[in-house]
């Protein structure tokens, strides 16, 4: 008698995989020696959640929870997280020299959101390559500033695991304050700023640039996210400068118009999925917090390390309805014309990313005695992978933190591979006749 085998599409299995490697983690960190004081299962569930969907929200302080030990097992999670477990999965059978099959190729191309099969193969090979470099990169010129400050040791580790929080736009850090000790400092600013946007803007694009190295040559999609994540950052620079510069608790602890630009240019940037912070969150104007649930809601590139609906998904919604007003039918910006399925896709993603954040900010209201703007800030955080917190996650009862954790789940799978893996797809035999229904 034949056995009976599941057959899990590319989705299903991702999912499964993602789970078994966060309980793995929660396990390791479960561990008496990964841990200066024992924690509960749910807080070890929860940074191990939190370090594989690269997402920074922690419940205990990192530096004084666990041991050297513990936080070498939260950096692996985060470098697996990043750059995706079956990157990884790809590289071991390149280095076994096993064949790598159809049915693996549409698994690292769902993984890594491609439009198609081809190159998936050379675009992980590249991963690898542009993600060891840059992290060597951003590790040596940060010891250059920390070693003279903590010694040979710890500036060589504080170096070694800010460089790969930041690339992989993790947001963990070693201290309690994250950054805000360096608000001010130009190397700790764009050292961790150039780690976290390069690893956000996508491999895709930057395998693009290497290889085209002229701007008209690049594709759309590349060019999109190139010119795109240059003016949101200016933006919101420019806004959160002239947001705060009355605010006592955050510019006005600063003593020169030097760090408060890059105050300004640190919070604009870092919510775009990096997690790290130089001022206190929960000292931001409403305002300024407000702009940052949009920009955290948008988060950073397909095909890299950072979460959100990602940057082209918003251009080509704000694309559609633009068209849309102007009565043309189709949309086209760069003298390309955008495919219907693209617009279909952003659509879906917009939905189904909003009616899950509706449903978990409904939920952490009727248990959470916490003030509804920092519940929603919380739980766009964790759907973007961010990590930036005003300071409640610590709070969070054992149902909410739970609810954060399959936020951030779904956050760093993607709406969209999370339906998929429960929906079963149809195959259209019928076509019927179109009527119109009144919207609007």
């Known amino acids: 008698m034949k056995g009976k085998y599941i057959n899990l599409n590319p989705s299903q299995l991702l999912v499964l995989v993602f ?16 841990t200066a004081d024992s924690i509960s299962w749910i807080d070890a569930l929860f940074t191990a959640t939190s370090a594989m969907t690269v997402t920074g929200l922690a419940v205990v302080d990192t530096g004084t929870a666990y041991t050297l030990f513990g936080q070498l097992v939260i950096l692996m999670l985060i470098q697996v997280g990043g750059l995706g477990i079956m990157s990884f999965a790809v590289l071991i059978f390149i ?19 491609q439009t198609s099969l081809g190159g998936v193969i050379k675009l992980v090979k590249n991963l690898f390559i542009y993600s060891l470099t840059i992290e060597l990169i951003g590790m040596i010129l940060l010891a250059m500033r920390w070693v003279p400050e903590y010694g040979w040791d710890n500036g060589i580790y504080y170096s070694f695991f800010h460089a790969i929080s930041a690339f992989n736009n993790a947001g963990f850090s070693i201290w309690p304050d994250s950054l805000m000790r360096y608000v001010g400092d130009p190397v700790v600013n764009l050292v961790i700023t150039f780690l976290f946007i390069i690893g956000g803007i996508g491999f895709t694009v930057l395998s693009d640039i290497r290889h085209k190295r002229n701007f008209k040559r690049l594709s759309l999609h590349s060019k999109l996210m190139i010119v795109g994540t240059i003016v949101l950052n200016l933006f919101a620079l420019i806004v959160i400068f002239f947001l705060e510069s009355n605010n006592p608790n955050t510019f006005g602890t600063l003593p020169s118009l030097g760090d408060k630009m890059w105050a300004a240019y640190f919070q604009a940037v870092t919510p775009r999925t990096a997690g790290f912070n130089s001022l206190d969150i929960a000292s931001l104007h409403e305002g300024t917090i407000t702009l940052m649930l949009l920009l955290m809601f948008v988060g950073a590139g397909s095909a890299s390390t950072g979460g959100g609906i990602k940057l082209t998904t918003f251009i080509v919604l704000v694309l559609s309805v633009l068209t849309f007003l102007r009565e043309k039918r189709n949309i086209t910006i760069g003298k390309r014309t955008i495919k219907d399925k693209s617009v279909f896709k952003s659509l879906a993603i917009l939905t189904i990313s909003n009616l ?11 248990i959470e005695p916490i003030p509804f703007l920092k519940l929603l800030f919380e739980v766009i955080s964790a759907f973007g992978t961010v990590g930036l917190s005003m300071g409640i996650t610590a709070d969070l009862s054992v149902i909410g933190k739970f609810i954060i954790v399959l936020v951030m789940f779904l956050g760093k799978l993607g709406p969209l591979t999370l339906a998929f893996s429960l929906a079963r797809p149809e195959t259209e035999k019928i076509k019927y006749p179109s009527e119109d229904i009144l919207t609007g």
Do not use: H, S, T, Y
């Open 19 to 34: 789970i078994f490697f966060i309980i793995i983690g929660a396990l390791l960190l479960k561990l008496p020696f990964a």
């Open 95 to 113: 280095v076994l020299g096993k064949k790598i099959g159809f049915k693996e190729r549409i698994i690292v191309q769902q993984a890594l959101n």
């Open 356 to 366: 899950f954040i509706f449903l978990a900010v409904f939920l952490l209201n009727i």
